[in-house]
C-alpha cells in the first residue's frame, strides 16, 4: 500500500500522501483508512477532518495529497458558528445594484452589521430565469434581461459554479464556502483543491440565499432596473428603479461585467470610468474522454478519478495565452445578452459527466488591440468587444449559431468541410475563425495553441473543435474607488465585483462584496 506522510505545524496538522486507487478502496471508510495510517504516531484519535485534498497526476503513479487535522483525547473540532444577523431599521439601508454572488453576500454581510440591503436586480427569480434560458437554447429567442447572464444568482448561476479563487485572502473565502455548504452546498467544497458545485445544484442554493436574506429583514426585487443616477456635491443622492426616483443613502453597484447599460448611464452622467484589460478568444471543446487519457495517463486511472481538467498558459510576443474557465464534462453555452450578438462559455453539472470538456482559449486584450476605437474614450475596450460578437453574430448566420471550426483546420488556416461534434445547442456554422479577429490576436491565440501542445500532448487533436467568440471573460472597463472602497468622487458610492472591475469568478466577486458592505458599516460607525 503506497502512503507517505508528514506532520508540519501545528502538530495535529498532517499531510499525507495516498495513492488514487488505496483512496477509491477505503472511499467509503475514509476514517477508518486514514486512522490506519497515523496509528503508529497518534494514539485515541477520535476526530479526523479533512483541510484539503489535491490530485497529483504529473507521473502514472497518480496521488491524492491531503491535509488532515487530527483531534486526539479530549481534543474535539470546534462546531461551526452560523452568522448572527442584527435587527434591521428602515432608516438605515442600502441599495444594491445586482444580485450576482457580489450583491448576495455583501447584501449577507450587510445584515450582520444591521444595515437593511434593498437589492435591485434586472433578471428574474431562478426558476423564471430558468425558462427563459431554456427558450434561448431551443428556439433562439433571447430576453434581454433573463438570460446566462442577467438574473438571480447572475453570471454564475447557469455558467458553472466553480468556487476556486487566485485570491489569498482564505479567512473570507472560508466564510463564503461556509455559507455554500450551510445552504446546501456538498462539504466537500470545503477541502477539494478546485472546489465545484455545479450548475444543476447551485440554482437551488442561490434560492436558499435569497430566503436567508429576506427572512432576516433584506429586500429583493426581481425585474426591477437602475436606470438612472442624480448626484451633487460628491454625494448619490437618489436614484431611479423601473421609473420611480428614490432616496439613496448607500449605493453599492454589484451589477456584472456584461450590464453595459451601466457603463453607459455612468459615463453620461459624468461618474468616471476607465477602460481596462481584459481577455478575449475562443471556446474549445474536446471529448471528455481524450482529455482524460491525456492526463491520467491510462484509462484505468481515468475509470477512478472525476473527469479531468487542465490549466494552460503560455507567452505569445510578450502577451499572455491561457486557458480559462476549463469545465469538464461541459457544456458550451449560448451567453449573449442582446440580439445580434453571439457569445460562448461553458458550463458543467455537479457530476461532470458530460461526453465533452470545453475551455476558454483566450489572450490578453489591451490598448494596442482597441486603439481603432480611441474615440469612445473610456469604452473603448467595450466597444471592441461589441464589435466582435456583432461580427462573430454574422458569421454564424443569425439566431445564435456560433462560428466554429475544427482545431487542426483552424491551425491551417482553412474552412473545415464537416464540422466535428459539439455540445453547443443552438448550432454551428463552418467558418474560417483566423477571419475573426484581428491578425494580431488570431496569431497569438494560434501559435499559443501550438505552443500548449507541446505542454498537453494531443490539445490539438483532430477531434476538438473551436468556437467563438469567448469575450466576456472579465470587464473591460474598471469602475476606480479609493482604499476605503467608495468611489473617488462620491462618498456614499461603492463599485463592487466583476463589473467594477475588481472581481473575476464567484469567490473573489462574493469576497469584494463583504468587503464593500464591511466598509459601509466602518463609514458609518466612524460617522456616527
Not at 497526476?57 to 452568522?83: C, F, G, M, W
Not at 444594491?96 to 457580489?102: D, H, K, S, T, V
Amino acid at each position: 500500500m503506497e502512503t507517505s506522510w508528514k506532520s508540519i505545524v501545528p502538530i495535529n496538522v498532517v499531510e499525507i500522501s495516498v495513492s488514487i486507487h488505496d483512496y477509491h478502496v477505503n472511499k467509503d471508510n475514509l476514517d477508518d483508512f486514514f486512522k490506519s495510517k497515523l496509528n503508529d504516531k497518534y494514539s485515541d484519535i477520535n476526530a479526523i477532518i479533512t483541510l484539503k485534498k489535491s490530485t497529483d497526476a504529473r507521473k502514472r503513479s497518480i496521488k491524492h495529497n491531503l491535509r488532515l487535522e487530527v483531534y486526539t483525547a479530549n481534543d474535539y473540532p470546534k462546531k461551526q458558528n452560523n452568522p448572527t444577523y442584527k435587527p434591521t431599521e428602515n432608516s438605515n439601508y442600502v441599495h444594491i445594484i445586482g444580485f450576482g454572488p457580489a450583491g448576495i453576500f455583501a447584501a449577507l454581510k450587510c445584515l450582520e452589521q444591521g444595515i437593511k440591503p434593498i437589492v435591485i436586480e434586472r433578471g428574474k427569480s431562478v426558476k423564471k430565469r430558468r425558462r427563459d434560458v431554456a427558450q434561448l437554447n431551443r428556439s433562439g429567442i433571447i430576453d434581454s434581461e433573463s438570460n446566462y447572464c442577467f438574473g438571480e444568482g447572475g453570471a454564475g448561476t447557469f455558467s458553472d459554479g466553480k468556487l476556486y479563487t487566485r485570491s489569498h485572502k482564505r479567512g473570507k473565502i472560508q466564510e463564503i464556502l461556509d455559507l455554500f455548504v450551510l445552504h446546501g452546498a456538498d462539504p466537500n467544497i470545503l477541502y477539494e483543491a478546485h472546489p465545484h458545485i455545479g450548475t444543476n445544484k447551485l440554482p437551488q442554493i442561490i434560492e436558499n440565499l435569497r430566503e436567508t436574506i429576506i427572512q432576516n429583514g433584506g429586500e429583493v426585487r426581481f425585474e426591477h432596473k437602475l436606470e438612472d443616477i442624480r448626484h451633487t456635491n460628491g454625494s448619490i443622492k437618489e436614484v431611479k428603479i423601473n421609473g420611480v426616483w428614490e432616496n439613496c443613502n448607500e449605493l453599492i453597484l454589484a451589477t456584472g461585467h456584461s450590464a453595459r447599460d451601466i457603463y453607459y448611464l455612468l459615463d453620461s452622467r459624468g461618474i468616471k470610468i476607465e477602460a481596462k484589460p481584459f481577455a478575449m478568444g475562443f471556446r474549445i471543446e474536446h471529448p471528455q474522454s481524450l482529455i482524460n487519457n491525456i492526463q491520467y495517463h491510462s484509462p484505468e486511472n481515468a475509470k477512478i478519478l472525476p473527469p479531468a481538467s487542465y490549466s494552460l498558459v503560455c507567452q505569445i510576443k510578450q502577451k499572455g495565452v491561457f486557458s480559462f474557465c476549463m469545465c469538464p464534462g461541459g457544456v458550451i453555452a449560448p451567453a449573449a445578452t442582446e440580439n445580434g450578438e453571439v457569445v460562448v462559455n461553458g458550463w458543467s453539472p455537479s457530476k461532470r459527466n458530460g461526453k465533452y470538456a470545453n475551455s476558454g482559449w483566450v489572450t490578453e486584450i489591451g490598448v494596442d488591440e482597441w486603439k481603432e476605437f480611441d474615440r469612445f474614450g473610456s469604452l473603448a475596450g467595450l466597444e471592441f468587444q461589441k464589435s466582435i460578437e456583432k461580427k462573430a453574430y454574422q458569421m454564424g448566420g443569425g439566431n445564435f449559431r456560433v462560428p466554429a471550426q475544427n482545431i487542426q483546420d483552424f491551425l491551417s488556416n482553412k474552412i473545415s468541410t464537416q464540422l466535428n461534434d459539439s455540445s453547443y445547442y443552438p448550432g454551428m456554422k463552418s467558418v474560417n475563425l483566423n477571419d475573426l479577429y484581428p491578425e494580431t490576436i488570431t496569431y497569438r491565440l494560434r501559435e499559443g495553441l501550438r505552443e500548449m501542445t507541446k505542454k498537453l500532448k494531443g490539445f490539438n487533436h483532430e477531434d476538438g473543435i473551436v468556437t467563438a467568440p469567448e469575450s466576456r471573460t472579465s470587464s473591460p472597463v474598471r469602475i476606480p474607488r479609493t482604499s476605503s472602497l467608495s468611489h473617488p468622487d462620491f462618498i456614499n458610492f461603492y463599485p463592487c465585483g466583476e463589473g467594477a472591475g475588481f472581481a473575476g469568478g464567484i469567490i473573489s466577486a462574493a469576497v469584494d462584496g463583504f468587503r464593500v458592505a464591511r466598509s459601509i458599516a466602518i463609514a458609518q460607525k466612524d460617522s456616527a
